[in-house]
Structures are given as C-alpha cells and as structure tokens.
C-alpha cells in the first residue's frame, strides 16, 4: 500500500468538516484545486490562526480573540440582565434575531452527569462568582428546549434563587410559521400552558 | 464599521468551499473551534501543502503531484488504450467504478466557444501529439452526456478519424435502479436506439 496521496490526504482532512461526506470532501478538494487555489490558500490561512488565537472571554466564556470579548467590553450593554446559553452559536443567533442589549454567559454544553459533565464543566462555578458581585438582577434561561437544556437551566434558576437573583426562561410554544397539524404533543401542551391574552 | 473579527473572517473563508453556505460555514466554524482544533489545523496544513504542490501530470493533464502522475508512470497500464473524460473527478470515478487497464487524458473541462475555450484551452493540440506518437489505438470517449460533452466527443472523434484511431463512446441508456417513468425522453430514445440483443 504506498502513502496516500496529497490528493487523497487533502480529501481525508476535509472530512473533518461537520455533514462533510467521502464524495463532499472529493467535490469540494476538486474544485478548489481546479477553480480556486486563491480561496483555498486564504482558507488555510485564516484556519491556522484561527484555531492559535481564538480562545474564550474570561468573563462570558464565549469564543473570543482577546481575553475580554467585544460585548463584554462594550459598557453600552446592559450588565443587569445575563442571557444564558449553551453554545456561542446559540448567542450569535440572539445577538443577530433580537435587539437584545443585555450581557451573556456561554455555558458551552449542558449539564450531562453520564457524560461526566457536571456544574464545574459548564462554568457554573464561574457563573456563581458573578451572581456574588451583585451586578446581575435577572437572568434569562435560553438553554434550549430539550430535556438536558430544561434540567439544566432548573439547576441555574435554583442557583440564582439563593442570591434572590430574578429568574426567566424564553417561552415555548408553536414556532412561527409552523402549523398546529404537524407539532408535536409537548410542544403543543407547553403553548396552551403558556397562553396569554389576546 | 470594526474590521472583522477572526470568527468571521474563518466563516467567510469557509464559504469558498462548493455547497457551503452562511449558515454552514457558520456551523462548521464553530464545530472546528469548539470540539476539533486538532482537525482544524491539520486540515489548515494539507490545504496549503496542496494549493502549492499538486499540479497537472505533463502527460495525462490530470492533478498530480509529480510531473508525470502515478498512473502514466505505471507501466502495467496498456497505453494503446486512452479514455478521455472532462475531470479529474471523472477519471476518479472511473478509477474506483471499474477495472480499467488502459491509460487516460483529462480534458479539464468540454468545448465551449462562447466562454472563449477552444480546442487549445482543453489541450487538444496535446492530445493530438499524442495520437501522433502512434501507440494508441484506441480512445474510449466518456465526455459527459451534455450537449458541450458530445460536441466535444465529435470533435475528438475527428481528430481522431484523420490518424486513423479507432473511436469508442461509452454507452447511453437508463441508468441502474432507473425507473423508466421518470427517466426523460432524450435517455429512453438512447437506450432504444443503443438496444442489444437479450
């Protein structure tokens, strides 16, 4: 067997892309290397310096290049409301859909107990430092709406509860645009438990 | 307006792959830097390595990182057959499909003289050397079945006529697991008019 090919290496590394497949990888190192060199060149660079210098704010946990990121460090934002989420991912997606002006707090995961994921994992401990400033009157719960967001925003709201920090959590029901035939029973449930008047 | 952070700048360099999207370069960005530094940094490396030494093989024009590709240069494969496709991926293709003994030529790309590629821009002026030298004896056509592929398969064919080389083209017909309701008109009339005997 000879030692695979640049070709075949530049294809293998592809895969470690996410919903990257062995024919997308082949697709996608063809047409770079017959249409795009430039673009695959700039793509490997800013890879490279990506994954060296983005680490995560000290005060929020979000992906961040320097040690405080841009919205911490922004005083315009409101620090008496913390968003809580799971993922940087789920905070850009506020940051882009809502004119939130509050802070954040990137949990980066969900409590998972079997998975050897406890509150110290999730930078509750971290979390908990902040509650103790004072600064913080409420907090929103945006973990998500499944069983291990749900147990775990429960665990943060009984955390908030001892510094007598005022506790929301983002509503559930039908999402926009979708129709009552083909959403499921919880969902259904939590929007009759959670109507409000018309 | 701020220069882009680092973040963005890897989601729009991302976006130079085929197939991927804001919403995809988004997800992946997030994947390499949250879960797989390692595969980011070695897909960063190939990259570059790749962008840089893989080249076209002086025989065949396929990718290669040698001036002459590991298929040209192995002498078990019979040179007096030649099977001529549009792309590397299609020669790939073949590779992986069949047991092909013969040699190949990789076009890189069809005819197209509205987009300003002639004969030349497809190396035909090469191919045509090569049919000079007088060891192939046969070409095996297998452009793609488009309007621009068999043009350039009748273009090849009369170069090929006036050395007096022998022409195959790869069959058309419905394709396996095809169902002939849903197979177009243009295919089934192939495949009547290519019928052979049970």
């Known amino acids: 067997m000879p030692s695979p090919s640049l070709l075949q290496q530049l294809i293998s590394a592809l895969r470690c892309l996410p919903g990257v497949g062995a024919k997308s990888a082949q697709r996608m190192a063809y047409h770079l290397l017959e249409r795009d060199r430039d673009g695959g060149r700039e793509l490997s660079r800013v890879l490279a310096q990506a ?7 000290s005060r929020c946990r979000t992906l961040s290049e320097s040690g405080l990121c841009r919205l911490c460090a922004n ?7 913390l968003c809580i989420v799971e993922t ?3 905070q850009a997606m506020i940051e882009q859909a809502i004119d939130y002006r509050g802070c954040y707090f990137v949990l980066g995961g969900h409590l998972s107990p079997l998975d050897g994921i406890g509150p110290k994992e999730i930078g509750l401990d971290h979390l908990d430092e902040r509650f103790a400033e004072g600064e913080v009157k409420e907090i929103i719960l ?3 709406p499944t069983i291990e967001g749900e147990a775990t925003a429960q665990y943060i709201h009984d955390m ?3 510094r007598k920090i005022k506790t929301t959590r983002i509503a559930q029901g039908v999402p926009m645009g979708g129709e009552l035939e083909y959403v499921d029973g919880a969902t259904l449930a939590h929007a009759f438990r959670g109507r409000s008047e018309f």
């Open 142 to 144: 945006a973990t998500n």
């Open 88 to 90: 940087p991912a789920d």
């Open 75 to 81: 005083p315009e934002r409101d620090p008496t409301q």
């Open 160 to 162: 908030a509860e001892t």
């Open 51 to 57: 994954m060296e210098s983005i680490g995560h704010c």
